[in-house]
């Protein structure tokens, strides 16, 4: 069954880091707001501490996770195994946004392989670990990553990305205004 821990143990990184996706999930304050769920793939998380994760945060069709995290905070990060043993770990904390031409983005963005279409990092004060037996998750193979985003944000200029980042993640579904959408807008 469940088991709590108040940080990463030497065995849940080891686990982390086999991992090739993991999902973000958060919720704007209003009850009548959309949850959201993220898939995240490529090489983008990293473990600062037994307490606090990084992941660089590419562009896409949204921004919902960027827009949660500035209203309220909480965001949860998921993993699961799809090969070898068995497992489910979240990870729950309070999430914080850091923005290119940050003095954070400036100390963690070295810590990352800035991949074309990077937008922020978002980085997660980790209160809570919990892992599960995921018995009856499937399995799965991994054959690669996909490259359709990079391609696509390799063929945009920045004046282009900035122009996409305007229209599609400024703002969320919920009309929250991203800390992105702050800086563009």
Not at 15 to 43: C, M, T, W, Y
Not at 140 to 154: D, F, I, M, V
Request: net charge negative; hydrophobic share 40%; aromatic share 10%.
């Amino acid at each position: 069954m469940g088991k709590l821990f108040p940080g990463l143990l030497p065995e849940h990184e080891a686990f982390i880091r086999k991992q090739h996706i993991f999902f973000v999930g958060s919720a704007p304050l209003s009850a009548e707001g959309h949850v959201n769920l993220s898939p995240k793939g490529h090489d983008v998380l990293r473990i600062l501490s037994p307490n606090e994760v990084a992941y660089l945060d590419l562009t896409g069709s949204g921004n919902e996770t960027s827009a949660h995290v500035a209203e309220n905070g909480r965001i949860t990060l998921m993993f699961v195994a799809f090969e070898g043993a068995p497992m489910i770990m979240r990870l729950y904390g309070q999430g914080r946004v850091i923005l290119p031409g940050a003095d954070e983005w400036e100390e963690l963005s070295p810590k990352f392989e800035l991949l074309p279409g990077a937008r922020q990092i978002v980085a997660v004060r980790v209160s809570e670990v919990k892992t599960s037996c995921g018995f009856s998750v499937p399995f799965y193979s991994y054959e690669g990553e996909r490259e359709t985003l990079q391609k696509w944000a390799n063929g945009k200029s920045e004046q282009e990305l900035e122009r996409y980042w305007r229209e599609k993640n400024a703002v969320s579904m919920d009309g929250v205004t991203t800390p992105l959408g702050h800086i563009i807008q």
